[in-house]
């Protein structure tokens, strides 16, 4: 393709936008919960139980609890979940209102004490599940910050310290679980061993790739494949053995040696009466995603799952890839995951609009119309208020005519400002679910 940087029609941001957002529609919890049998939720059928509990954890929880609680009806006793500040100011208006189930708000990415009051309240609830009643657990990315409890000898401050080092220094969250898992008491399965020997049904809706149970919010109700000496190798192939608290390197120190419990394996008694169901995962989102596409016209090329990576450098091998496509129709790329950023610099930003603009660097010499739009499915992309951004082919010229950078931006992890800058940042708000991330790409023939 030859030099250019004229910007996309209109029409093709929108259609982004738009394919962005039947993803996220596709996994609402009422969607998600009208495909899925109310029969299959617990061990046995619902209504083999005197009585259900209900409690959650996750950015998905408090819309679950709302479409849970009209199904379970009377035999509803009692419930908490924990779900990010803010998120009931934002509830839509199209899920039911929870009546019955208590709402605490915690904090996310880094756990608050607010984390820590609502993991006390669902620990509370499980030791009281009788051996008649049902323990249901509504699960969905987000939940092992919001339900943080730090194992004993531990404090908040100490498993904060740790979370922000393992987010900035590129750790995936299969290996940051694999290590919060063992300085709290709530995730690895620990939740079903405080409930035993009540039953224990899990919903789960999926943000990590390859949707593996034991990871989605740690695993609360799920077997724990890992061990203390695991999770001291993450710390130490990151290299962040000697810059974590003393008592976080301690407990993991004295776990790997016996010195705590493991938390509870495949074959431990209190998941015989457990059941975990998987709701939703990203591939939901992009099917929905690809069906859109399909209905404005573009023919889908490629929908690949289970992207994963440094989030700059999956924004150029996206955008190289459309570019190389050359197409004679209007076409569609999807992909779905969760990037990762290696922290370097002090600017603002997320993952999402990193990958949008490491595209942006790869597109700035297209000159067929081009728009690549990542977005997390959650409406929350890093510490920012939008959920990513998108780039096309004038995108780095109106940056630097704007002032900005990208290169300089790209280096100093401050993708923000200069979306900011050029109106280009996805805003969603809280979408109240969360299935990771949706990477959208559509290119028009070249005029």
Known sequence: MGMASSSPPSSLVEDARAVFQAAVQRVQAPELFS????????????????????????????????VVEQEVDTQLRDGCVVVPEGHPETYPEDVPVPSVVDVVEGGHPLPTQGSVRGARRILKQADATGTDELLLVLVSGGGTALSTLPAEGLELSDLKTTYHQMLTGGVDVHQMNTVRKHLTRVGGGQLARAASPAAVGSLIVSDVVGNDMSVIASGPTVPDPTTYEEAMRVLYVHDLCHSVPAPIRTHLTEGARDGHPETPGPDAECFAQTNNTLLGTNRTALDAAQEAAEARGYEVQRVSEGVEGEARSVGANHAETMLDADPSVPTCWLWGGETTVTVTGDGTGGRNQEVALGGALALQHADAPAVLLSGGTDGIDGPTDAAGAWATPSTATDAR???????????????????????QLLHTGPTHTNVMDVHVGLVLPDA
Do not use: Q
């Not at 005519?401 to 931006?409: E, I, K, M, N």
């Open 401 to 423: 005519d704007a002032g900005c950078d990208p290169g300089t931006h790209l280096e100093a992890n401050d993708a923000y400002p200069l979306f900011d800058a050029v109106d």
């Open 35 to 66: 495909i899925s049998k109310p029969s299959d939720w617990g061990p046995e059928s619902l209504d083999a139980y005197n009585a259900i509990r209900i409690v959650g954890m996750g950015k998905a929880a408090l819309a679950m609890a709302g």
